[in-house]
């Protein structure tokens, strides 16, 4: 058996040259008894291998299981017999937590915690050298190892042989390591594979002994296998930005920096076996494992409250909120057996952190809305983290809050995307940044940036690389297939140098690129965070993240609640505020009138530009078929119109069985329960999740390991992996071979993009809400959406066409009477117009028309005006004119741009503000050629992107329209 100290990742971004879960692979292949993932400056990667290390031992455990309920086949292997040999069957490596810790004043080491304590200290090292530089970097110091370094052991690596000192490198450092490190510090001897490993390995013990250190052994690996030596100097070449053959140095002079077998090391270290022996022995000592990180909620009670009382308090005076007139016995009841239920697995402090989080965004008047699995409880609508009324569904919360699955709920919290910084920044204020940080979110190579970066290491050419990249649409073809559309292209695809790129291409889909912040995911804990994870700084001044992605927490277990942001919460506040402010009509998302048949009437004519989540093609085309008349009629609206539904086949079906043009059936009672809701055609992720437990008879830790593939969006792509189980469960309860395909089918559309049903209730929510306020209040609805962009399907043109389209007056943008958003204003004869906003136009800035609107007074009565009392630059007065702002003033677009185009200084001068009695200069009238309507409409979507004289295709229907 062998221990490996120093693997080196592909989460030493750029360098290594495997995953983690590679390594874990070739080390159970190897035979090793243990290894550890020590990457650079950073911890990202090991808990990958900790999950697979888990994984496996968790089949091992099956396989022994099964072996001692069922015979061996055939007679037993005689006694004198030797076993033939086989493939570790049993093998479980075990992971040992490390980092390569890179300084700015002294060699690198591997630091390697010997206990929980150990790896608080190695996370806050971490944490020092990333928050003191940029993201991506990392500045320690050894001064900070010596501070903060309690119960590491440390593995010192010497220089490389080129550079002066060799493992005397460290000689100035080691006094200062001793006192601080006696008894906890090895150096470590790593081969070379240059013909001069054994004079090295015996400079390296005498330099040893000098030092008075151990000796400790190593292969040092790049790769899990020699046979990525070509990938792992394309990473090369891709981080030094150069082409393969320039590398030099930094290229690998062969393929031997791999992951070694125990016969290997031997080979490789003979003449130095105690430092292979030593190794065994330090990994003895080396217990620490990821599986005693317990995390601990943030503890929400107030002074002489528990969590629990302050939630049950919080939740009876929610109750008395949200049912003025009591509660019916039914949701009383639901509300006990809620409470009870999180008393019991002790998640109170998590439900108080969302609503402390929603209650302060409803404080400062930031609309929200509470989402997810647990978000449609009655707990969740009475905290006022969701406005959906749990009545209307049909959803148990045991299927959330499970005492079978011992892991948080999940609540996604959405706010308005223009003011969710001011939720993040009260959070970091509230918990600390020691406490709480961002999820991380690691970019991996797709196809076309793959293509780019691969194909510029190998030298090809930007013509070439183009070519390739126009090709590609969705994922990479690794088949083949792809070599007629190369040809198509001018390309020989058996070209040496081409098939080699295609072929690394294909290895480096899928690597680790570099970390970026998660969307919105938020990790707080009870004590340090930077005990638990280390922390780094965002790109995004004032965030901070941690190095591990929403999968990793979740294999650990660690509390995440996502702070999203969406676009149409925005449009839906500015409109509450514009229907408050015009028709004092005081709305909020739970008090809109309910099932108005006017707003599913205006839905089944597929009027819905703007309307969140049923306004793409796809949609609209189908509401007129769905023709919904109630609210749960939007929860499968929302649903259906997805990769799940679509790839298992279950849109058609359904849409029959509604219109009453197919029988509904159910495959058997057990499924009838489960699909009774949806006609027989499974629509919902838990609904998926449901068949494979009750059709297929998975276990709920099988189940769960498919959840949880799904929940990773197909980026591992390991969701087949259950295909046979299910297909083989399906078949044994007997299902038919077609339904179980279909739900099979399904089930890897939910891996591309699964929508579960308590996600599609909180959506219908807001569909219900925009499309009541389209139907309504167009005007209003159509000016919110206008100060909400960007966001949605369509652009303002479309926006404003389709508000004419619904009656409202639409005014142009006028530079006395337009402010930055655009409002709502009397028409004259009792009703409101729209009038546009300055933020229409492209290139003002919200400063400028601050400047324009507050020294406005009066009006302006001419261009210079808006030059002399609002001090604007002539840049921006030009803009102002090309999109004929100044038509109020009788001036023309190109007029006014005439007169704009004559102010030449920044500022006026005092002296010459007014014209001097006597001294005005008389300047000869311009007589400019009137635009026609063309040039004008083609000006409008210049300035504007949209225009008020006409549709561009309507200055060409004399032409398209055919004679006669």
């Not at 888990?54 to 030797?82: K, L, M």
């Not at 149409?568 to 004092?584: G, V």
Request: charged share 25%.
């Amino acid at each position: 058996m062998s221990v490996e100290f120093a693997i080196l990742s592909n989460f030493t971004f750029l360098t290594g040259a495997s995953h983690p879960e590679e390594y874990v692979e070739r080390a159970v292949a190897l035979g090793m008894e243990a290894l550890a993932i020590a990457d650079e400056n950073s911890v990202a990667g090991i808990v990958r291998a900790h999950s697979h290390c888990r994984d496996i031992a968790r089949r091992v455990a099956e396989r022994q299981a099964w072996d001692r309920d069922n015979t061996p086949i055939g007679p037993p292997r005689p006694a004198d017999v030797s076993p033939a040999p086989s493939f570790p069957i049993y093998a479980v490596p075990r992971l040992i937590p490390a980092a390569r810790l890179v300084f700015a004043d002294a060699p690198p080491l591997i630091a390697l915690p010997e206990d929980r304590m150990g790896w608080g200290s190695l996370c806050r090292l971490i944490s020092a050298g990333r928050l003191r530089a940029e993201k991506g970097a990392c500045h320690l110091e050894l001064a900070d190892l010596l501070e903060q370094g309690e119960r590491l052991h440390l593995l010192l690596l010497p220089p490389a042989e080129h550079l002066p000192g060799g493992a005397g490198g460290w000689a100035p450092h080691i006094k200062a390591l001793t006192r601080r490190f006696a008894g906890r510090m090895h150096l470590m001897m790593a081969p070379a594979y240059d013909g001069r490993d054994g004079r090295r390995f015996a400079r390296l013990e005498e330099q040893a002994n000098t030092l008075n250190l151990p000796t400790i052994a190593s292969a040092a690996p790049r790769m899990h296998h020699g046979s990525r030596r070509r990938l792992a100097d394309v990473l090369s070449a891709i981080r030094l930005r150069c082409r393969v053959e320039d590398l030099g140095r930094a290229a690998l002079a062969n393929g031997e920096q791999r992951l070694r077998a125990p016969h290997e090391m031997q080979r490789i270290f003979r003449g130095h076996e105690g430092a292979l022996t030593r190794a065994q022995d330090l990994a003895a000592r080396l217990t620490f494992s990821l599986d005693e990180l317990r995390y601990d909620y943030p503890d929400e009670g107030l002074e002489g409250e528990t969590p629990s009382a302050r939630l049950r308090r919080l939740a009876e005076e929610g109750l008395i909120w949200r049912y003025p007139a009591g509660a019916p016995p039914k949701v009383r009841d639901m509300l006990e057996h809620e409470l009870t239920l999180i008393a019991r697995l002790k998640y109170e402090p998590y439900f108080l952190t969302v609503r402390d989080i929603v209650d302060f965004a409803r404080s400062r008047g930031i609309l929200c809305q509470g989402r997810g699995s647990a978000a449609n409880s009655v707990v969740c609508y009475c905290l006022g983290v969701t406005s959906v009324s749990p009545e209307t569904g049909t959803m148990v919360f045991e299927r959330f809050v499970s005492e079978a699955r011992d892991e948080p709920p999940d609540i996604d919290v959405d706010f308005e995307h223009e003011r969710r910084e001011e939720v993040i920044q009260w959070i970091y204020d509230r918990y600390g940044r020691h406490r709480a940080g961002l999820c991380a979110t690691v970019i991996h190579y797709r196809g076309k940036r793959a293509i780019r970066e691969v194909g510029r290491a190998m030298g090809l050419s930007e013509d070439t690389i183009a070519a390739m990249s126009s090709q590609l649409w969705g994922s990479f073809d690794r088949s083949g297939g792809g070599d007629a559309r190369l040809r198509e292209i001018g390309l020989d695809p058996d070209a040496p140098r081409l098939r080699q790129t295609l072929d690394l291409v294909g290895q480096i889909i899928g690597f680790p690129r570099h970390l970026s912040q998660h969307v919105g995911g938020f990790i707080i804990t009870a004590g340090r965070l930077d005990e638990l994870v280390p922390i780094e700084n965002a790109t995004m001044e004032g965030r901070t993240v941690i190095c591990w992605d929403k999968d990793d927490i979740d294999a650990l277990g660690i509390l995440k609640v996502d702070v999203l942001s969406l676009g149409m919460l925005t449009c839906i506040r500015k409109a509450f505020d514009l229907m408050r402010q015009h028709h004092r009509l005081d709305y909020a998302l739970a008090t809109l009138p309910p099932e108005d048949p006017a707003v599913y009437d205006m839905l089944c004519r597929a009027d819905s530009i703007g309307v969140f989540q049923v306004e793409s093609r796809a949609q609209m085309n189908f509401l007129p078929r769905m023709r919904p008349r109630n609210f749960y009629d939007l929860v499968i609206e929302v649903a259906i119109i997805r990769p799940g539904p679509i790839q298992g086949d279950m849109v058609h079906p359904y849409i029959r069985r509604r219109n009453g043009e197919e029988p509904v059936e159910f495959p058997s009672d057990a499924l009838g329960e489960v699909l009774g809701k949806t006609m027989g055609v499974p629509l919902f992720q838990e609904q998926a999740m449901q068949i494979a437990m009750v059709g297929a008879g998975f276990t709920p830790e099988q189940a769960d390991r498919l959840r949880r593939s799904l929940a990773t969006f197909n980026k591992h792509g390991n969701v087949s992996e259950f295909r046979s189980l299910f297909l083989r469960g399906m078949a044994r309860n007997g299902y038919d071979a077609e339904f179980s395909e279909r739900c099979f089918s399904q089930i890897e559309g939910f891996g591309a993009y699964g929508f579960p049903e308590s996600h599609a209730a909180s959506f219908a929510l807001l569909v219900y809400a925009s499309a009541w306020i389209k139907c309504h209040h167009p005007g209003i609805f159509a000016c919110a959406l206008l100060n909400s962009q960007p966001m949605g399907f369509y652009a303002p043109a479309q926006i404003v066409r389709d508000a004419r389209a619904h009656g409202v007056e639409v005014r142009p943008i006028c530079i006395n009477a337009s402010y930055w958003d655009n409002v709502m204003e009397p028409d004259g004869q009792g009703g409101l117009a729209l009038r546009l906003g300055f933020r229409q136009i492209k290139g003002l800035s919200d400063e400028d028309v601050s400047w324009l609107t507050a020294a406005r007074g009066n009006g302006y009565t001419e261009v210079q005006d808006v030059w002399r009392k609002a001090g604007l630059p002539p840049p921006v007065i030009e803009r102002l004119a090309e999109a004929d702002a100044f038509a109020v003033l009788g001036l023309s677009r190109r007029e006014a741009l005439w007169q704009a185009k004559a102010i030449t200084a920044k500022k006026p001068l005092p002296l010459f503000e007014r014209e001097l009695e006597g001294e005005a200069i008389d300047e000869p009238t311009a007589h400019l050629p009137q635009m026609p309507l063309g040039e004008e409409v083609v000006e409008d979507y210049v300035a504007m992107r949209l225009s008020l004289r006409a549709h561009p295709v309507a200055l060409l229907r004399h032409i398209l329209t055919p004679e006669g």
